[in-house]
């Protein structure tokens, strides 16, 4: 099979904005989120001794990478930010994730689990719990004992998923990153116990109070570049179990009598291309997301496959150490 | 061009809507086991159309399976989140949950009911505007309904939803309603909550949530809905004066020092006098930048970075304040709510966290516990999980605070173990004991710099330590000769020699321990102003209170010396025998035995004497110090 020709946006990913239509965006409301990100960023950079920034490329990434470069500025974030990559991400998240470090000058540190590359691991043959416990959770781990970090700041949102709900901003991971869901420090007013015993860390969830529409509303507002990946475009997809997954290189195997097709879709959620969902639609800018989302009538991880292989399956990965 | 500027420039053509502005209202939920709050929410969470098509699917399908409503939609699905909740069908963490009407947006805090959980129900309330309480009708006000006022009350809200649940359980008996309201606005009253609604409702069903019952025409009050939207709970914290806990000092490069914090009252603008607190340093705000970019004046709740006028010394945990002067003591009153398992101790001393500021505090006396079913004052020794105290604390450094009742951020704080590191305890400050702004620190007109100058070195404090026997004192001992021969001034304060004089009324116990650390620590800072090299060799297990030294003084003046010998190298080699009585029994509470000792994570200097010989181990130091210009 011959390398498929995918368009990819080489020019800077500022969505397109002069479209004359009005833009719905509550002002307070966002500085208010805001204002308690931006604390909680400074508060990991004073309390530990080497915090890292988790970038997983996604919208919710250049919303915290975004409000770390204000929380710092005129200074730089005093932490570097790290990728774990599964080698299977769409091609334009790498793309843009290079060019983002080096527009804002920033250190990116880029981790793969070379021992699952080489044992093969792949989401087709091994299925995408174990593709995703060796790739990204175990790669994750690595990564954080191999370089000593004592406090990962991540994206995730409390409105996610219901196990998410209850995680703590200062989530506390024991010296085998396990998270104990039961044995969670209370967390009061605004004050954080970021107290570590050797070897333990902390995630550390700025935006656990933003909802998917605050994400959005907040790039709107502050004009902050995306993949374009999220913007619809003409892409080659196939179905499968009902989700239109993107065939991004030569790298997946179609099955007998699937052929791409091009049709025009875009993601609620990016990660590895064989496990993330396209939908379709016709919004090519920011404000027709905004509009699309918000008479949206299904939420953003029903793209996801990784969240459906069992039941509670996410809460299963993030005692496990999963972000 | 700065990141501010940058993307404010690039947005500043974007038309900025500020009409959409509604509030959000936070609140949180609590009762008893089954009275019905997780459906409450979840009810509250589907008729406000924020459930999605999957979601709502997913409930479907989960309602069939694990419910409890034989196959009719079970809304508590929706928010008892983990695994183990679905499968008790209770709820037993703070879930947090978004939902939004034309009017107000909501954050909920949905809590446990469980007696034991009540740290959890703190939490949420810790955040909250408003509370909304869940009887079961068919039992009334019952103890937990009591419990959990009264930590509304402690907590400071003001305003309830007294939601009686399960009417349809008693017939919707108007009678019986006004009964249990009755009863509660007693309660209420008591506990100074001063706004308080009671509506009859049937979760499940939905009546009174969003649209009034037909089945309880008597009611002619608000449905929840209509009343969360409408009730007035702001206070106003910008009619206060101006308080910025400082979070983080932003030194980019040599022309630019900012002092970063998040606002917890008071305006602030362009030319305003401020100071420093507790230092006291007065100077005035010379910028303003905001994450929407520079600015002349600033709100509560905004995280901001000031420039001052003038270079005045602040680091984390000052206060910059405008206006009056915040109250600053070492000595507070304060009430407690004890969360961890491990009672309180008085005379330990635990880590202390409020604003942006942390120091060790000992708790020197339980004045009393309060009986939550009765509210009264009784006399104890200790304050088991969950229940409420007031205390004095003796703080190590004075605080800058403000009385819990008047600003929550400056008046609340955090207890750490210092060994488990669980949060032990939540507070709100009362009061001060005593004034210690009245107590300045004497000013002395020659400092240490320019002793240091005299004696041609920089004044530093040498920390070994490490296990019994791993020849702290011995290699201490060897650099004090080394840098007398050097014509430098040292002085050496051995752990075992101290305890036969300043510290000879301390014993072994975790507080006394602390409190012999604390103690050296203070004689070494003294030595340091006077311009010496302080030699001290202890034990120290706990890494907190060799960070409380650390703290005591200044950047670079504490080196940390690690005499990293293996317990078994200590123990075989047992200088004074002390291993072998601990191995009998006779020495309870043995550092490296039956006491924890936590290596530094970070050590300036290891040292392994099973690897390395004294002789070298002193030299490597001396190399040390030269190296770093101490010499």
Same mark, same amino acid.
């Given at each position: 099979?011959?390398?498929?020709?995918?368009?990819?946006?080489?020019?800077?990913?500022?969505?397109?904005?002069?479209?004359?239509?009005?833009?719905?965006?509550?002002?307070?409301?966002?500085?208010?989120?805001?204002?308690?990100?931006?604390?909680?960023?400074?508060?990991?950079?004073? +309390?530990?001794?080497?915090?890292?920034?988790?970038?997983?490329?996604?919208?919710?990434?250049?919303?915290?990478?975004?409000?770390?470069?204000?929380?710092?500025?005129?200074?730089?974030?005093?932490?570097?930010?790290?990728?774990?990559?599964?080698?299977?991400?769409?091609?334009?998240?790498?793309?843009?994730?290079?060019?983002?470090?080096?527009?804002?000058?920033?250190?990116?540190?880029?981790?793969?689990?070379?021992?699952?590359?080489?044992?093969?691991?792949?989401?087709?043959?091994?299925?995408?719990?174990?593709?995703?416990?060796?790739?990204?959770?175990?790669?994750?781990?690595?990564?954080?004992?191999?370089?000593?970090?004592?406090?990962?700041?991540?994206?995730?949102?409390?409105?996610?998923?219901?196990?998410?709900?209850?995680?703590?901003?200062?989530?506390?991971?024991?010296?085998?990153?396990?998270?104990?869901?039961?044995?969670?420090?209370?967390?009061?007013?605004?004050?954080?116990?970021?107290?570590?015993?050797?070897?333990?860390?902390?995630?550390?969830?700025?935006?656990?109070?933003?909802?998917?529409?605050?994400?959005?509303?907040?790039?709107?507002?502050?004009?902050?570049?995306?993949?374009?990946?999220?913007?619809?475009?003409?892409?080659?997809?196939?179905?499968?179990?009902?989700?239109?997954?993107?065939?991004?290189?030569?790298?997946?195997?179609?099955?007998?009598?699937?052929?791409?097709?091009?049709?025009?879709?875009?993601?609620?959620?990016?990660?590895?291309?064989?496990?993330?969902?396209?939908?379709?639609?016709?919004?090519?800018?920011?404000? +027709?997301?905004?509009?699309?989302?918000?008479?949206?009538?299904?939420?953003?991880?029903?793209?996801?496959?990784?969240?459906?292989?069992?039941?509670?399956?996410?809460?299963?990965?993030?005692?496990?150490?999963?972000? | 061009?700065?990141?501010?500027?940058?993307?404010?420039?690039?947005?500043?053509?974007?038309?900025?809507?500020?009409?959409?502005?509604?509030?959000?209202?936070?609140?949180?939920?609590?009762?008893?086991?089954?009275?019905?709050?997780?459906?409450?929410?979840?009810?509250?969470?589907?008729?406000?159309?924020? =459930?999605?098509?999957?979601?709502?699917?997913?409930?479907?399908?989960?309602?069939?399976?694990?419910?409890?409503?034989?196959?009719?939609?079970?809304?508590?699905?929706?928010?008892?989140?983990? @695994?183990?909740?679905?499968? @008790?069908?209770?709820?037993?963490?703070?879930?947090?949950?978004?939902?939004?009407?034309?009017?107000?947006?909501?954050?909920?805090?949905?809590?446990?009911?469980?007696?034991?959980?009540?740290?959890?129900?703190?939490?949420?309330?810790?955040?909250?505007?408003?509370?909304?309480?869940?009887?079961?009708?068919?039992?009334?006000?019952?103890?937990?309904?009591?419990?959990?006022?009264?930590?509304?009350?402690?907590?400071? &809200?003001?305003?309830?939803? =007294?939601?009686?649940?399960?009417?349809?359980?008693?017939?919707?008996?108007?009678?019986?309603?006004?009964? &249990?309201?009755?009863?509660?606005?007693?309660?209420?009253? @008591?506990?100074?909550?001063? @706004?308080?609604?009671?509506?009859?409702?049937?979760?499940?069903?939905?009546?009174?949530?969003?649209?009034?019952?037909?089945?309880?025409?008597?009611?002619?009050?608000?449905?929840?809905?209509?009343? =969360?939207?409408?009730?007035?709970?702001? %206070?106003?914290?910008?009619?206060?004066?101006?308080?910025? #806990?400082?979070?983080?000092?932003?030194? #980019? !490069?040599?022309?630019?020092?900012?002092?970063?914090?998040?606002?917890?009252?008071?305006?602030?603008?362009?030319?305003?006098?401020?100071?420093?607190? #507790?230092? %006291?340093?007065?100077?005035?705000?010379?910028?303003?930048?905001?994450?929407?970019?520079?600015?002349?004046?600033?709100?509560?709740?905004?995280?901001?970075?000031?420039?001052?006028?003038?270079?005045?010394?602040?680091?984390?945990?000052?206060?910059?304040?405008?206006?009056?002067?915040?109250?600053?003591?070492?000595?507070?009153?304060?009430?407690?709510?004890?969360?961890?398992?491990?009672?309180?101790?008085?005379?330990?001393?635990?880590?202390?966290?409020? %604003?942006?500021?942390?120091? %060790?505090?000992?708790?020197?006396?339980?004045? !009393?516990?309060?009986?939550?079913?009765?509210?009264?004052?009784?006399?104890?020794?200790?304050?088991?999980? /969950?229940?409420?105290?007031?205390?004095?604390?003796?703080?190590?450094?004075?605080?800058?605070?403000?009385?819990?009742?008047?600003?929550?951020?400056?008046?609340?704080?955090?207890? &750490?173990?210092?060994?488990?590191?669980?949060?032990?305890?939540?507070?709100?400050?009362?009061?001060?004991?005593?004034?210690?702004?009245?107590?300045?620190?004497?000013?002395?007109?020659?400092?240490?710099?320019?002793?240091?100058?005299?004696?041609?070195?920089?004044?530093?404090?040498?920390?070994?330590?490490?296990?019994?026997?791993?020849?702290?004192?011995?290699?201490?001992?060897?650099?004090?000769?080394?840098?007398?021969?050097?014509?430098? !001034?040292?002085?050496?304060?051995?752990?075992?020699?101290?305890?036969?004089?300043?510290?000879?009324?301390?014993?072994?116990? /975790?507080?006394?321990?602390?409190?012999?650390?604390?103690?050296?620590?203070?004689?070494?800072?003294?030595?340091?102003?006077?311009?010496?090299?302080?030699?001290?060799?202890? &034990?120290?297990?706990?890494?907190?209170?060799?960070?409380?030294?650390?703290?005591?003084?200044?950047?670079?003046?504490?080196?940390?010396?690690?005499?990293?010998?293996?317990?078994?190298?200590?123990?075989?080699?047992?200088?004074?025998?002390?291993?072998?009585?601990?191995?009998?029994?006779?020495?309870?509470?043995?550092?490296?035995?039956?006491?924890?000792?936590?290596?530094?994570?970070?050590?300036?200097?290891?040292?392994?004497?099973?690897?390395?010989?004294?002789?070298?181990?002193?030299?490597?130091?001396?190399?040390?110090?030269?190296?770093?210009?101490?010499?």
């Amino acid at each position: 099979m011959t390398m498929l020709e995918v368009p990819t946006i080489d020019a800077p990913a500022v969505p397109g904005m002069a479209d004359g239509k009005q833009r719905r965006i509550t002002t307070s409301h966002l500085r208010r989120l805001e204002a308690e990100s931006i604390h909680i960023l400074r508060e990991t950079a004073a +309390e530990f001794r080497k915090p890292v920034m988790l970038y997983s490329i996604g919208k919710d990434s250049s919303v915290l990478l975004h409000l770390a470069m204000k929380a710092f500025d005129p200074g730089k974030p005093p932490f570097p930010l790290l990728h774990v990559d599964t080698t299977w991400k769409f091609r334009e998240m790498i793309a843009f994730r290079d060019r983002r470090a080096r527009e804002l000058g920033l250190d990116l540190i880029v981790h793969t689990n070379n021992d699952g590359l080489s044992q093969g691991i792949d989401p087709f043959s091994h299925g995408s719990a174990r593709y995703t416990d060796v790739m990204k959770t175990q790669a994750l781990r690595q990564a954080l004992d191999f370089h000593g970090f004592d406090a990962a700041i991540g994206g995730a949102r409390r409105d996610e998923e219901k196990s998410r709900a209850k995680e703590r901003v200062f989530s506390h991971r024991s010296a085998a990153h396990r998270w104990d869901p039961k044995n969670q420090r209370p967390e009061l007013w605004g004050l954080y116990n970021t107290r570590l015993a050797p070897g333990e860390s902390m995630r550390v969830f700025p935006l656990s109070n933003w909802t998917e529409l605050d994400v959005w509303d907040y790039i709107l507002l502050e004009d902050i570049p995306i993949v374009p990946l999220y913007l619809a475009a003409s892409r080659p997809v196939v179905e499968r179990d009902g989700a239109l997954i993107m065939v991004d290189d030569d790298r997946m195997p179609l099955q007998p009598g699937e052929a791409p097709q091009w049709r025009s879709v875009r993601f609620r959620t990016l990660g590895c291309y064989p496990l993330t969902g396209a939908t379709s639609s016709t919004a090519a800018t920011l404000p +027709e997301i905004v509009q699309e989302m918000t008479a949206s009538r299904t939420s953003e991880r029903q793209g996801r496959m990784i969240d459906r292989d069992s039941p509670a399956s996410m809460e299963r990965k993030k005692a496990e150490g999963y972000f | 061009m700065s990141y501010h500027e940058a993307s404010t420039i690039a947005a500043a053509d974007a038309p900025r809507l500020d009409q959409d502005d509604r509030p959000t209202l936070r609140f949180v939920t609590c009762g008893s086991v089954d009275d019905g709050k997780s459906t409450l929410v979840g009810r509250l969470l589907y008729d406000s159309k924020t =459930l999605l098509d999957d979601q709502l699917d997913a409930l479907a399908s989960e309602s069939k399976t694990a419910g409890t409503t034989a196959g009719d939609l079970d809304f508590a699905l929706l928010v008892d989140g983990l @695994q183990a909740e679905r499968e @008790q069908g209770i709820t037993i963490d703070v879930a947090y949950r978004f939902f939004a009407t034309k009017l107000r947006r909501f954050i909920v805090a949905d809590t446990p009911g469980h007696a034991q959980y009540t740290r959890n129900m703190a939490t949420g309330a810790s955040n909250a505007d408003l509370a909304v309480v869940l009887v079961d009708a068919r039992k009334g006000v019952i103890t937990q309904t009591r419990r959990h006022s009264h930590i509304l009350s402690l907590l400071g &809200i003001r305003h309830v939803v =007294l939601a009686v649940n399960k009417m349809d359980l008693i017939g919707f008996d108007g009678d019986r309603f006004a009964s &249990i309201t009755a009863e509660y606005l007693t309660l209420a009253g @008591q506990l100074g909550i001063s @706004q308080v609604q009671c509506i009859p409702v049937v979760a499940p069903d939905g009546d009174n949530i969003v649209a009034a019952s037909a089945r309880m025409l008597w009611y002619e009050g608000p449905t929840i809905t209509a009343y =969360l939207e409408s009730v007035n709970v702001a %206070g106003d914290a910008s009619q206060q004066p101006f308080r910025l #806990p400082v979070q983080w000092v932003s030194r #980019p !490069h040599a022309d630019f020092r900012g002092f970063c914090g998040r606002i917890a009252s008071g305006t602030i603008a362009l030319g305003d006098a401020v100071r420093a607190q #507790p230092s %006291g340093h007065q100077t005035r705000i010379a910028r303003i930048l905001t994450p929407a970019g520079e600015r002349n004046h600033a709100r509560p709740g905004e995280s901001i970075t000031l420039t001052l006028a003038d270079e005045i010394d602040v680091s984390r945990g000052d206060v910059l304040t405008a206006g009056s002067a915040a109250p600053v003591s070492d000595q507070l009153a304060a009430h407690l709510v004890w969360f961890d398992g491990e009672a309180m101790v008085t005379g330990r001393r635990y880590l202390l966290r409020c %604003g942006t500021a942390s120091t %060790g505090a000992v708790i020197t006396e339980l004045k !009393h516990r309060i009986a939550i079913d009765t509210m009264a004052r009784e006399s104890a020794t200790t304050l088991d999980v /969950n229940e409420i105290g007031y205390v004095h604390l003796d703080l190590d450094r004075p605080l800058v605070f403000e009385a819990y009742r008047d600003n929550r951020d400056m008046g609340s704080f955090i207890l &750490i173990d210092p060994i488990s590191h669980r949060t032990a305890a939540a507070g709100m400050i009362d009061m001060s004991l005593r004034r210690a702004t009245n107590v300045h620190w004497q000013r002395l007109a020659v400092d240490k710099s320019v002793r240091a100058r005299l004696k041609q070195q920089r004044p530093c404090v040498l920390w070994f330590t490490g296990l019994s026997g791993a020849g702290k004192s011995t290699i201490a001992n060897l650099v004090d000769s080394r840098l007398a021969e050097l014509g430098r !001034h040292a002085a050496l304060l051995d752990g075992d020699n101290l305890r036969h004089g300043i510290n000879r009324d301390l014993g072994f116990t /975790n507080a006394e321990r602390t409190e012999n650390v604390r103690r050296v620590a203070e004689i070494a800072a003294l030595f340091v102003d006077a311009g010496l090299i302080a030699l001290v060799a202890l &034990i120290s297990p706990f890494r907190s209170e060799r960070e409380l030294a650390r703290q005591r003084l200044e950047a670079g003046e504490f080196i940390e010396i690690h005499v990293a010998t293996p317990l078994a190298e200590c123990e075989r080699r047992d200088p004074k025998g002390l291993y072998r009585k601990a191995r009998a029994g006779q020495l309870p509470a043995f550092t490296g035995i039956d006491h924890p000792y936590e290596a530094p994570l970070a050590p300036d200097i290891t040292i392994d004497t099973s690897e390395l010989s004294s002789e070298a181990a002193c030299e490597r130091i001396i190399r040390y110090l030269r190296e770093h210009n101490y010499l």
